[in-house]
Nanobody
């Protein structure tokens, strides 16, 4: 079992920045992938950015060049630095932990990000 604790959401004006954090605890194997997904009202949950335990990253086209995902493996924590935020980035952001050995996924409770115009 893996438990995720997210932090860092909030309200920011367009053009501003926020940093999300997600700390994982529990039965964590070395081969895993952590990342962020988001869900806006009336829309499906979508990938924002993910990073493997080896540091390989993948970003949604809509956030490339503005968002940066990173992780601290010693702390089992993933970060999402969000710059140049736009109103369309407004959503609930969910942390996801993928156990690539046991092929099991875990989700955080979500944190609200609101970007005002």
């Amino acid at each position: 079992q893996v438990h995720l604790v997210e932090s860092g959401g909030g309200l920011v004006q367009a053009g501003g920045s926020l940093r999300l954090s997600c700390a994982a605890s529990g039965s964590i194997f070395r081969l895993n992938r952590m990342g962020w997904y988001r869900q806006a009202p009336g829309k499906q949950r979508e990938l924002v950015a993910v990073i493997t335990s080896g540091g390989i990253t993948n970003y949604a086209d809509s956030v490339k060049g503005r968002f940066t995902i990173s992780r601290d493996n010693a702390k089992n924590t993933v970060y999402l630095q969000m710059n140049s935020l736009k109103p369309e980035d407004t959503a609930v952001y969910y942390c996801k932990f993928e156990d690539l050995i046991l092929r099991h996924d875990y989700w955080g409770q979500g944190t609200q990000v609101t970007v005002s115009s």
